[in-house]
Each structure stands twice: as C-alpha cells, then as structure tokens.
C-alpha cells in the first residue's frame, strides 16, 4: 500500500450525539487502512463572559496544540467538490483540519490558517460538520486510491 495519510483533526468541545459520534467511528475505521487519524478534542470554553472572549481562550487553546499549517473549516471558506478535494488531499501526506466549536473561531485562526475551506455554504452544527469532514476525507481517499465509494 506504500506511505499512510497522517490526518489531525482538532476540534473544540466534546461531541455529545451519539449518533454523531457512532458516525465518526465508523468514517474513522473506514480510513484507517489509508491514513492514521488523530483526534484532539480541546476544552470549550464555557461562556461565562463575552462571546469574543470566550473565542480569544479557545484560541490560544487551539494555537498551543497545533504544530503545522493547518486548514480551517469554515461556511466562509472556498468552495471544493469532492474530486477537488481529493486533488487536495492527494498533495500532502500530513493534514491537520481544525473546527471551532458552537460559536465558531476567533479571527485570529482565520489569519493564520493555511486555507478556509467550506463544507458547504450552509450553516452545520460543528458536531455535525465533524462527521461530514470524516465522510469526505474517506470519499478523497477513496478516489484518490481507485475505490468504488464514489461514482
């Protein structure tokens, strides 16, 4: 099979559905013979004052636990379809992926992230964008090793 996809995901907040997080399971074990994927779960922060200060914490959270370029996921970001995707994922051996949590992500990541790509101009719960940036990371992989999961 020749060189693993290093995949790192870092997201904000626990995923509390279960049904969600059964979905993410099972997109993980799919990739696992092509990639190895490593989750981060950071702290969400709770709130407790103002919504830009809340951001600015989970922030400088995300920023201590990122090593490399990374892409943000974002309804603001550009558009790709899945076979552009895959061109994209083809590229690199090592991805590092990051989703904010309710209340998006401070400015501050948008500056520094490597590209702002969108899952759709639709607005998703980041629970649920997790589970889809899992499914296509496994379309990608799929396409990009010659798989009948994408037609």
């Known amino acids: 099979m020749g060189y693993k996809k290093h995949i790192n995901i870092v997201w904000i907040g626990k995923t509390k559905e279960g ?19 490593e989750i981060k779960t950071l702290k969400e922060d709770k709130y407790s004052g103002t919504k830009e200060k ?3 914490k989970e922030a400088d959270r995300l920023f201590k ?23 994209l ?26 590209m702002v ?3 759709s101009p639709m607005t998703f719960t980041h629970e649920m964008a997790r ?12 396409i990009i090793h010659g798989k009948g999961y994408h037609y």
């Open 131 to 142: 589970l889809i940036l899992l499914e296509q990371l496994y379309r990608a992989i799929t």
């Open 54 to 56: 809340a951001l600015k």
């Open 117 to 119: 790509l969108s899952l």
């Open 89 to 114: 994922v083809n590229k690199k051996t090592n991805l590092t992926f990051v989703l904010g949590g309710p209340f998006g992500v401070d400015s501050s990541v948008y500056k520094e992230a490597e």
């Open 19 to 37: 049904y969600l997080q059964a979905g993410i399971e099972k997109y993980i074990k799919l990739l696992k013979p092509f990639a190895d994927v």
């Open 65 to 87: 636990s990122l090593k490399k370029d990374f892409i943000l996921l974002s309804e603001r970001g550009i558009l790709m379809d899945s076979l552009e995707f895959a061109g």
